[in-house]
């Protein structure tokens, strides 16, 4: 798994400057069969990033951009008529890796169909049910600025990401290197010439690998006591959930692979609790007057619980 991601790092360096913590947010995902949240402002590099993956991982990609009048069988697909007959035609969700640009654009019903999709790893049309490709991967942006038009997701759907991470401005030394890549015209070209190291198979056997990574009974006894501390923090309405637990774990496991571990650490969930967590919680009003956020009630949670050792 190690080797993967430096592998991976690699090839997706030759296009991306920098990002390091958004790759391997991406492959940590990969590697228990989580999806992926990115929220950053316009050009950073998200699309970028989630196709040099894509293309490092020898994974089939596509994307779907939302937009206020999308329909939820724009993202499923449909039954139509091919020859007299019904057939069903797949819609851009069956991909390996699909990027759902922009989703808070789109209306509630579309954006339903999608994390159905997610949470199914299945597509039911007219009572039919299209199995997704195995490994199945959602990287999903989103700008943090709510402006009108757009349609927040509701936290209940939000659970379903395994991690939501920030996307950056990058240092000025990376901007400046930045510039120094090779472009056709405006865009960049060494997309097409990465070479691919691994594939659905390899990713699939990646998964098994870190499944098996060995978790202590006081390291998943941690992972349940932070997670309940989110909810007795009197600056949260609404906690972590169970799923939370699991999606903490599984990350967690993630993070003891890619640094070569086979068994996880305290470390390794304290690293992944904020990307992890931030997401679930709802802050009461008072909170966030105060401007406290949800990685500070993170960051209060982890503080709360004694490190087993
Ligand atoms: N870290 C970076 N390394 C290399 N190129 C970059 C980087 N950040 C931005 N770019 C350049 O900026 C362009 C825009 O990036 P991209 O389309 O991936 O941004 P985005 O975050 O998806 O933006 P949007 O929110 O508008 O979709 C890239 O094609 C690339 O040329
Ligand atoms: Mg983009």
Not at 63 to 85: A, Y
Request: cysteine-free; charged content about 20%; hydrophobic content about 45%.
């Amino acid at each position: 798994m190690k080797e993967l991601y430096e592998q991976v790092a690699e090839q997706v360096g030759r296009v991306v400057v920098g990002q390091e913590e958004v790759l391997r947010a991406l492959l940590g995902a990969m590697a228990v069969g989580g999806h992926v949240l990115l929220e950053g402002p316009p050009g950073v590099a998200k699309t970028l990033l989630a196709r040099a993956t894509a293309r490092a991982l020898g994974l089939d990609f596509g994307r779907i951009q939302f937009s206020p009048d999308m329909l939820p069988s724009d993202v499923t697909g449909s039954q139509t008529l091919r020859g007299g007959e019904l057939a069903f035609r797949p819609g851009p969700v069956f991909h390996a890796l699909v990027l759902a640009d922009e989703i808070n654009r789109t209306p509630p019903k579309t954006q339903a169909a999608l994390l159905e999709a997610m949470q199914e790893r299945q597509v039911t049309v007219d009572g039919v049910s299209h199995a997704l490709p195995d490994p199945f991967l959602v990287v999903a942006t989103q700008n943090p600025i709510e402006y009108e038009g757009t349609y927040p997701l509701p936290e209940a759907q939000l659970d379903r990401f395994l991690v939501k991470v920030k996307v950056d401005y990058p240092a000025e030394e990376e901007e400046r290197a930045m510039l120094a890549l090779a472009r056709d015209g405006l865009e960049p070209s060494g997309l097409e010439g990465l070479t691919p190291v691994a594939g659905a198979q390899e990713l699939v056997a990646a998964r098994r690998a870190v499944g098996a990574i060995a978790v202590a009974d006081e390291v998943s006894a941690y992972v349940v006591a932070v997670v309940r501390a989110t909810r007795a923090l009197p600056s949260v309405e609404l906690g972590g959930s169970p799923r939370a637990a699991v999606h903490l774990q599984g990350a967690a496991r993630a993070a003891a692979a890619l640094a070569g571990r086979d068994f996880v650490i305290p470390d390794d969930v304290a690293a992944v609790a904020p990307a992890v967590l931030r997401h679930r919680l709802i802050l009461r009003p008072e909170a966030e007057l105060e401007r406290y956020s949800p990685d500070d009630a993170v960051a209060t949670a982890l503080g709360s619980v004694p490190v087993p050792r």
